[in-house]
């Protein structure tokens, strides 16, 4: 059975950073793409990053491209997201998935429909 479980959430003052696990299991881990995905109430689930497991080629949102940064390590199963100089506008949610299609794609696709998996989710919080 597929799993993913995110861990690293919590509060942080605006300008800290974080860095977000995903914990991946029941899959082979290189045949997939992982995203890290965010949502607040009211809102729609928002791409924030992908990464191709095989290739480790990446995508990353506007409102994050130059903060946050993806990794992946197939050994440990595991896919990082490290988040540098937080603002309150990024406090949400945050959820990592799993897309099965990843080892065809040249770059990640990275929209939540596309996704089949998901974690269950970790709190970030960011204070002004």
């Known amino acids: 059975e597929v799993q993913l479980v995110e861990s690293g959430g919590g509060l942080v003052q605006a300008g800290g950073s974080l860095r977000l696990s995903c914990a991946a299991s029941?899959?082979?881990?290189?045949?997939?793409?992982i995203g890290w995905f965010r949502q607040v109430p009211g809102k729609e689930r928002e791409a924030i990053s992908c990464?191709?497991?095989?290739?480790?080629?990446?995508f990353y949102a506007d409102s994050v491209q130059g903060r946050f940064t993806i990794s992946s390590d197939g050994a440990k199963n595991t896919v990082y997201l490290q988040m540098n100089n937080l603002s309150p506008e990024d406090t949400a949610v945050y959820y990592c998935?799993?897309?099965?299609?990843?080892?065809?794609?040249?770059?990640?696709?990275?929209?939540?429909?596309?996704?089949?998996?998901w974690g269950q989710g970790t709190q970030v919080t960011v204070s002004s």
């Open positions: 998935a799993a897309d099965s299609h990843g080892k065809f794609w040249y770059t990640p696709r990275c929209r939540a429909y596309e996704y089949e998996d």
């Open positions: 029941g899959f082979r881990f290189d045949d997939y793409a």
């Open positions: 990464i191709i497991s095989s290739t480790s080629t990446t």
